[in-house]
């Protein structure tokens, strides 16, 4: 497992951290390969009930690692591959604390999530179109179910940056915070779902994702646009843009 994920299991609870904040914490594939295994473990024991994911630093993730992304070639399945999976069908709840920005991946994994709270310096943007991809990890069914499809235009096609608090408003997050206070609160909401009910809330969860059946063929299909922009010409201006420090110029 990478040092950038650590993992900590306590009253009930398995918590994920995201640590690796000199690079705005963005994810590489050892990275999602961890936080699969993470999640997947976490499923497995008796003695977990909530999983909570949260970062260190000032900010929540600044998306994928873009040259690890342009460098990957690794065989069988990739790991963010995994990682798309493990969020969508874990089984425990799932609670995501975000402080600071969440940007692309950053965003969209927050719409597997059970209960997302932020605190009040958070943001969150979803620059596909701006770096020549496509959304991904079900985002283009999921966040139109959200927020509606106005806010998911908004979002998605303009890559418009939402504060905390328009987050709050639309519905992308249920709750919250001053800066401070984001941490102690995410483990007290942790530790109030862990001592509830463990099979009625599994259950209660499958209920409420039941109307998501469709939702493992359109994230294969996200994938492989992703995938193919990967290869694009757009996508190799985005990322010379990026690392150059210009702005993009697509013909």
């Not at 009930?12 to 936080?35: D, L, S």
């Not at 979002?155 to 800066?179: K, M």
Request: charged share 25%; aromatic share 6%; hydrophobic share 50%.
């Amino acid at each position: 497992m990478t040092d950038f994920i650590q993992v900590a299991y306590a009253d009930k609870v398995c918590t994920i951290t995201i640590n690796r904040p000199e690079a705005k914490n963005a994810i590489n594939q050892a990275m999602y390969g961890a936080i699969a295994d993470a999640l997947t473990e976490a499923d497995e024991r008796a003695d977990v009930r909530v999983v909570l994911l949260r970062a260190e630093g000032d900010i929540f993730t600044a998306g994928n690692d873009l040259r690890d992304f342009q460098s990957s070639d690794a065989d069988g399945e990739p790991p963010v591959r995994r990682f798309l999976r493990a969020i969508r069908d874990v089984d425990v709840p799932f609670v995501i604390a975000v402080n600071g920005a969440a940007i692309g991946i950053g965003l969209t994994m927050l719409l597997h999530a059970d209960l997302v709270i932020s605190d009040d310096t958070a943001s969150f943007k979803a620059p596909f179109a701006q770096i020549g991809v496509v959304p991904e990890a079900g985002s283009s069914v999921l966040l139109p179910q959200a927020v509606g499809i106005a806010w998911a235009n908004d979002i998605l096609l303009t890559g418009r940056s939402v504060n905390a608090q328009e987050a709050l408003s639309i519905g992308l997050i249920s709750r919250v915070y001053p800066a401070a206070d984001l941490q102690a609160e995410a483990v007290k909401l942790s530790k109030q779902i862990a001592a509830m009910a463990p099979n009625a809330m599994k259950e209660s969860k499958r209920l409420i994702r039941s109307g998501r059946d469709v939702l493992a063929e359109h994230m294969d299909k996200e994938l492989a646009v992703f995938a193919k922009q990967l290869e694009s010409a757009e996508f190799k201006e985005a990322a010379t843009a990026f690392f150059e420090k210009r702005p993009p110029v697509y013909d």
